[in-house]
């Protein structure tokens, strides 16, 4: 028997009686012509998709949406049905989401949503009416249930929600409810951040009071860097709010004044960032790896103590803590540059210092810019490359031959000047730098690459700010 066709039933009073097609034959027929109707229209076959024009194809769309929005609703009837009649027990499941979860290929988060509605528009019959028709779909009913009940009818809300944007009704909705001190401590005691690993991404989710999450995404979006329209292009605004975010953590633990609570450790092996070493590791104390770039990255400005292990692997010595960048230098190079000098960045908040060679090559003023957060993270695993004399121009480049404009510091010589001069009265650059117990470094010579020995490891701590 073909699907939808009508059935004969031998116990009808009169011959010939015809019976309606059972549900799952109508809903069967039904999803068939939808599904014929697309194959017509758009050429699915023969992906033929240019058979229509702009206008068509947005009418196709809105056809079908309606065809969805209809079933979607018989759906929700039906399921209400199964959790009346506790029909989900037949495999043991404890309720009818549990049981949409498992066999309908749904979470239990969108089938108790449908449910919910589902109860929400049987007590609404208007609203209900048009979600049968298709004219209104799921996520403009939830909103015009919430206000039909506020009105005390739905049938203003049915003639008005299938022609409103979902936005324009979640505002109309929010704006009925009136919170009181109980919902937000229900808010208060939901709060919670909860963080996984996958790979190498850290995830999390997490919920607060909205008041307090207005409060979180101001500072967020008050730290987010400004945008660099050669390196910023196809940054989407929530990879922005992200890069806040990191900038916003950093500047914390900068400012923590307990220092070996607000730390990062990484362990790494010096052959990984002075030799490339594919055989050398770098990882984080937690245990998860890190690529060399990512480790030398961390290194251009954080608090480094050398454990010295035997072939073993036991600690047989463990070096003084000290910084790849001491303070007084890191306050010169500030005044310096006075903003992160890749491109014409204009960031002066959250920089971090940057080894041009990277280190271990000298840590002086003629191998140090500053650079800020995310475009550390450009330089290091971006591919993109710092080029230039720091006290004068710096020009950044890509593999693909896309470059910056040029970037001069703040406080430095003209940029078509000659190099510092001595001052009368004054040391001159180099006697102040033999004073300050810093030697001058030609930016131009190749990264020095210092032997390694293989029990060492370097541990560091990274400075975040």
């Known amino acids: 028997m073909a699907v ?3 059935t004969t039933t031998p116990s009808s009073p009169s011959a010939g009686a015809v019976s309606m097609p059972s549900g799952a034959a109508r809903s069967a027929a039904l999803v068939e012509s939808l599904l014929g109707a697309a194959g017509a229209h758009f050429g699915v076959d023969d992906l033929e998709w240019e058979r229509l024009d702009g206008d068509g194809l947005r009418a196709e769309a809105e056809g079908l949406q309606r065809g969805i929005s209809a079933l979607e609703h018989q759906q929700r009837r039906v399921l209400g049905v199964i959790d009346e009649r506790r029909a989900f027990t037949v495999d043991g499941s404890r309720d009818a989401a549990d049981w949409s979860a498992n066999n309908l290929g749904i979470s239990r988060k969108a089938a108790n949503d449908r449910l919910r509605l589902g109860r929400d ?6 609203l209900a009416d048009a979600a049968a028709s298709g004219s209104l779909t799921a996520d403009q009913a939830r909103p015009a249930a919430e206000l039909a009940r506020v009105a005390g009818t739905d049938t203003g809300w049915a003639a008005q929600a299938p022609h409103l944007p979902v936005g324009v009704l979640s505002r109309h909705a929010a704006k009925t409810r009136r919170p009181g001190a109980a919902d937000h401590r229900a808010a208060q005691a939901a709060r919670h951040f909860h963080t996984w690993i996958d790979g190498l991404e850290m995830r999390f989710r997490g919920s607060v009071p909205t008041d307090e999450g207005a409060r979180l995404l101001t500072a967020i979006e008050r ?19 992200a890069d806040g975010l990191m900038a916003l953590a950093g500047a914390t633990l900068a400012g923590d004044a307990d220092p070996d609570r607000a730390t990062v450790v990484a362990v790494v092996e010096l052959a990984a960032i002075c030799d490339d070493d594919p055989g050398a590791t770098a990882e984080l104390e937690t245990g998860q790896p890190l690529a060399t770039e990512t480790a030398r990255r961390l290194l251009c400005d954080s608090r480094i103590e050398v454990v010295v292990q035997d072939r073993s692997g036991v600690a047989v010595g463990v070096g003084t803590t000290s910084r790849t960048v001491s303070p ?3 306050r010169a190079l500030v005044h310096r540059d006075g903003r992160c000098r890749f491109g014409n960045c204009t960031a002066t908040r959250f920089l971090h210092a940057h080894h041009i060679a990277h280190w271990p090559s000298p840590t002086t003023m003629g191998n140090l810019t500053m650079l800020c957060w995310h475009h550390h993270h450009l330089v290091h ?7 230039g004399d720091p006290n004068g121009a710096l020009l950044a480049t890509h593999p693909t031959g896309a470059s910056a404009v040029e ?3 703040r406080n430095g010589r003209p940029p078509d000047g000659p190099p510092d001069a001595p001052t009368a009265g004054r040391p001159d650059t180099e006697r102040r730098r033999a004073r300050a117990g810093r030697s001058p470094a030609d930016p131009g010579q190749p990264p020095h690459r210092r032997s390694t020995p293989d029990p060492a490891l370097a541990l560091f701590t990274p400075d975040t700010s």
């Not at 695993?381 to 080029?387: F, M, V, Y």
């Open 4 to 6: 939808g066709e009508a």
């Open 121 to 126: 528009l049987a007590e609404l019959p208007k």
């Open 223 to 241: 730290a987010m860097p400004p945008r660099a329209p050669h390196t910023d292009a196809n940054v989407t605004p929530d990879q922005r709010r």
């Open 328 to 330: 007084g230098l890191r």
């Open 381 to 387: 695993e971006g591919g993109w490359a710092l080029s």
């Open 407 to 409: 970037s001069h510091p």
